[in-house]
Each structure stands twice: as structure tokens, then as C-alpha cells.
């Protein structure tokens, strides 16, 4: 990773190449207690912040006030001044019954993605139980704001709905506005449980349908069907729009890198290293290590030789932060020209490496 003298950090050294790192899993949450409107709120965050300290090197951990808010300048100096990420990925997670104003809503995050608009992507979301308003609110979010994808959390609670599939009939119809409105990049969580909610409305089963119904739109699969990686491979070598996001796969590297190895050399065999796209999951993990643990984790030789599949440095490229860039029609040589001189690489001393011919030096 390059730093200068203050520990301000920029675009990933590895073996002398630059890796543009485009986080393409990030929030902006508030789950103070006086937000919280249902016990399942307070069981949300613990259970997030079980999974941030199981997780997090020891000297990185943040106390669990800090956790449940922790606002939007640190968000930005996290991300980009003491990070390796160049841009990131705003998916919001509503959770209304849970929290009074939304755990972390698209219009939360719409003030940081407008303010720093070449650094951020502002997706929103849609949930099928809300009907007819539901459309008219995923109008509303592209005519505003015009998002380019939607983050859909199929085991979010609405009132005695505990959950709902991408497969029925009337999230069809929302899949069908999101194709009308140009809106491509589906991401739906489909990942490990979370107090209180239900394991299986987070079955990965529903995207195969889908995912083959809608051919022009990608489907991302957040946190690679963990712990259902069997199933989500499976599906996915057979539809070619399907991704896999590494949130919670990712952190393994820093504490089970035999299991990491074994998650990557699975993606990378089953989808190729076009299909597999890096999200840090902030703030349950920051990036300010973990892209770190990512890029420099090693396969075993045992997996390389069983899989025929390799880490290597054009594989990085591509996983963290080419692969997205192109679902997400992003010129990443145009915004390295950018960022010599934007908001964020003026007030943390950016403005020299990303304005530099040849890579800085790892600071090993």
C-alpha cells in the first residue's frame, strides 16, 4: 500500500502495479438507541458487531458506540484518506420496522454520494410487498437520483411478512421496471443470517429463475450465498449474469486464510475472474485493513493445483475494482485523472500519487 509521511494512503501498490480499488459494498448507518423502534433493531446491530469484533484484528476494533453511528467524515477519511479505496458503492439497508428512520436509506446516503459525486455510486432498492407505491417510489429514486442499481434485502420484515422471494410474481414486476428504467445492476443480499432474521428467506435459490428471466439485468449476489457457496456456484456457471459479491467472504483472508483460499479458488473456478467483484461491507469491516488482507492473501498450493486457478495480480485488478467498473460503466483511467485534483485528494495529500507517471513504492 502507498502512504505518504501523515499515513494518508491512496490507489493499492502490488508487485509494482497500481490496483484501483472500487468498494463495492458500503453503508451509511444510524442504529443509535434512539432510532431504534423494535427490539430487532438492537438485535440487528449486535449481531453486526459480533460480527465486526469476530472478524477484525484486535487493535482494529471499534467500541460498539462508535459502531452504531459513526457519521459521515469518518465514512470518507475511512474510505479514502486512510484507505486503499478509491471509490465505493453506496448499498442501502432500510430495516423501517426495525429503525424510525431507516437503518440506512438511499436518501441518508444521497447527501455524501451529491457531495463527492465522483467518488461515490448511490444505489436504492425496492421491496414487491410495497405494491403499486413501491413503483412509484423506484420512479421516484431514478428520476432524483438516477441510480444505476438497487440493493434488495429479501429477508427485511414487514409487518407479520418475515420475508419474500425475487422468484414471485409481483417482484417480477419491479425487475420489469427496473429493466424499463435502464436500472441493471440488481444486488440482492444472500448471505449469513442476521438477528433476527430468518436464514432461509435468504436462500439463494430465488435468483435462478430471475436471474434467467431477466437477461440484460446483473444480478450480484452479496456475500456469495455464504453459507450457501455450493448453491450459489452452481447457479451462476450456469447463468452468465450472475456475480458474486465478496462482502463476508472478504474478511476471512485476515483470520481464516485457509478458508479464503478455498472461497476464491470455488469463485474463480466456477465463474472465472470476470464475475467476482470486492465489497468491504463498511462499516462492519473497513477497509483501511482488510484491503490490505485481500490483495496480499495467497491461495494454498493445495487449492491451486486442485482448482488450476491463481491469485495473481491481474486477477486482483480485475476483483477489486475492474470487474464492477464495468458493470457500472466506470473509466477508471478517466477518474484517476480526475482524482488528481478533486475534494477528497486536496484535503488528505492525494493529489501527487494519483497526478504520478509511475506507481509510489509499497510501504512494506
Known amino acids: 500500500m502507498w502512504c505518504d509521511n501523515d499515513v494518508h494512503c491512496a490507489m493499492y501498490q502490488h508487485n509494482g502495479e497500481e490496483i484501483f480499488v472500487i468498494d463495492g459494498h458500503v453503508h451509511l448507518w444510524d442504529a443509535t438507541e434512539e432510532n431504534i423502534k423494535h427490539d430487532g433493531g438492537e438485535e440487528f446491530i449486535q449481531c453486526f458487531y459480533d460480527y465486526h469484533t469476530t472478524f477484525t484484528p484486535e487493535d482494529r476494533q471499534w467500541s460498539i458506540d462508535e459502531y452504531r453511528k459513526y457519521g459521515a467524515d469518518r465514512m470518507v477519511e475511512d474510505l479514502f484518506g486512510n484507505a486503499a479505496a478509491d471509490m465505493a458503492i453506496f448499498q442501502p439497508t432500510y430495516l423501517t420496522d426495525f429503525y424510525e428512520d431507516g437503518f440506512n436509506t438511499t436518501e441518508q446516503n444521497a447527501e455524501l454520494a451529491t457531495e463527492h459525486p465522483?467518488?461515490?455510486?448511490?444505489?436504492?432498492?425496492?421491496?414487491?410487498?410495497?405494491?403499486?407505491?413501491?413503483?412509484?417510489?423506484?420512479?421516484?429514486?431514478?428520476?432524483?437520483?438516477?441510480?444505476?442499481?438497487?440493493?434488495?434485502?429479501?429477508?427485511?420484515?414487514?409487518?407479520?411478512?418475515?420475508?419474500?422471494?425475487?422468484?414471485?410474481?409481483?417482484?417480477?414486476?419491479?425487475?420489469?421496471?427496473?429493466?424499463?428504467?435502464?436500472?441493471?445492476?440488481?444486488?440482492?443480499?444472500?448471505?449469513?443470517?442476521?438477528?433476527?432474521?430468518?436464514?432461509?428467506?435468504?436462500?439463494?435459490?430465488?435468483?435462478?429463475d430471475a436471474a434467467s428471466s431477466f437477461p440484460e439485468l446483473n444480478f450480484v449476489v452479496e456475500h456469495v450465498g455464504l453459507p450457501r457457496l455450493d448453491d450459489f456456484c452452481w447457479i451462476a456457471a450456469q447463468e452468465n449474469n450472475v456475480y458474486g459479491g465478496l462482502a463476508v467472504a472478504a474478511p476471512f483472508a485476515q483470520n481464516r486464510p485457509g478458508k479464503f483460499s478455498e472461497i476464491m479458488s470455488e469463485l474463480l473456478w466456477w465463474l472465472g475472474e470476470d464475475r467476482v467483484l470486492f465489497g468491504s461491507d463498511y462499516a462492519l469491516w473497513n477497509p483501511d485493513w482488510l484491503v490490505e488482507e485481500v490483495i496480499e492473501a495467497e491461495l494454498t498450493q493445495e487449492h491451486r493445483a486442485e482448482y488450476g486457478v491463481e491469485w495473481d495480480t491481474e486477477t486482483k485488478k480485475k476483483v477489486m475494482g475492474e470487474n464492477i467498473a464495468d458493470l457500472y460503466d466506470i473509466d477508471i483511467e478517466t477518474k484517476r485523472r480526475e482524482f488528481r485534483d478533486d475534494e477528497i485528494s486536496q484535503e488528505f495529500g492525494l493529489g501527487d500519487h494519483y497526478a504520478s507517471e509511475e506507481p509510489a513504492a509499497a510501504d512494506d
Open 118 to 208: 465522483e467518488r461515490f455510486v448511490l444505489n436504492g432498492t425496492f421491496d414487491p410487498r410495497d405494491g403499486e407505491e413501491g413503483l412509484e417510489y423506484l420512479e421516484e429514486l431514478h428520476e432524483k437520483y438516477d441510480i444505476p442499481g438497487v440493493k434488495l434485502y429479501t429477508a427485511e420484515w414487514r409487518g407479520e411478512s418475515k420475508g419474500w422471494r425475487l422468484d414471485d410474481e409481483e417482484a417480477f414486476r419491479f425487475l420489469e421496471k427496473c429493466q424499463e428504467l435502464g436500472i441493471e445492476n440488481i444486488h440482492a443480499h444472500k448471505g449469513p443470517t442476521i438477528r433476527p432474521l430468518n436464514r432461509d428467506a435468504f436462500d439463494v435459490a430465488d435468483i435462478d
